[in-house]
């Protein structure tokens, strides 16, 4: 069965440090890969998507970045966080039939930036 | 531009009463649609999805409704239970191919 991890799963962290934020998935191949950004009480806002190594899609302009070095690793980072930056980082994935199939979830990440 | 809302931020029902959750979307060229359920704390899960050549679907104690004409996309949840409170997201397949999610109604559940 297919399942999805991130770590870590909590982090606090101060202005202008960096962020390395990961995601893996197990169980199926050639995945496609989302990064969404979900703020207290909020929808979910996509940030990044990828259907295959070293192919990033990004969806708004941001602080942020991401890489996919394997095909089924997914990675956010910041050089340098800012405040609003804080949310709920959540990575899902779907089948590479077509990137509007359903997603499956992780846990996500809480990130507090101080 | 694309949109997919809610017509209510919270929706507070009785136990073992039935739950309608609401939600309209824009596009009428969108041709799949998703329900998803989010527990505080964790990530959105899957209950149920609907394709645009249906207009209802039933799942175990779920069932989605779309009307095309009026673009309108519903979650029935029969006999709602305690275990039912969460933020119940929309979702749309837009031409673009990715999703659109709307911005959630929570469901609360009185005892």
């Known amino acids: 069965s297919q399942t999805i991890h991130q770590w870590p799963a909590t982090l606090v962290q101060p202005v202008g440090s960096p962020l390395s934020l990961e995601c893996t998935v197990e169980?199926?191949?050639?995945?496609?890969l989302y990064w969404y950004r979900q703020a207290a009480g909020r929808g979910l806002q996509l940030l990044f998507y990828s259907v295959g190594i070293g192919q990033i899609s990004s969806e708004v302009p941001q602080n942020l970045s991401a890489s996919r070095p394997q095909d089924r690793q997914f990675i956010l980072s910041s050089k340098k966080l800012l405040l609003s930056d804080s949310g709920f980082y959540l990575c899902?994935?779907?089948?590479?039939?077509?990137?509007?199939?359903?997603?499956?979830f992780g846990p996500g990440t809480r990130l507090t930036v101080l | 531009g694309e949109s997919v809302g809610l017509h209510l931020p919270t929706l507070s029902v009785q136990e073992g009463d039935n739950s309608i959750i609401n939600c309209a979307y824009s596009?009428?060229?969108?041709?799949?649609f998703i329900w998803y359920k989010q527990e505080s704390g964790k990530g959105p899960q899957f209950i149920i999805d609907?394709?645009?050549?249906?207009d209802k679907r039933q799942g175990q104690r779920v069932t989605v409704l779309l009307n095309k004409t009026v673009k309108h996309l519903s979650l029935q949840i029969a006999a709602t239970q305690p275990g039912d409170s969460a933020v119940y997201f929309c979702?749309?397949?837009?031409?673009?191919?990715?999703?659109?999610f709307g911005q959630g109604t929570t469901l609360q559940v009185k005892p």
């Open positions: 596009n009428s060229a969108s041709d799949y």
């Open positions: 169980g199926t191949s050639n995945p496609n």
């Open positions: 609907i394709r645009s050549n249906m």
């Open positions: 899902a994935w779907s089948t590479p039939a077509g990137l509007g199939n359903d997603q499956l």
């Open positions: 979702a749309e397949n837009s031409n673009t191919g990715k999703l659109i």
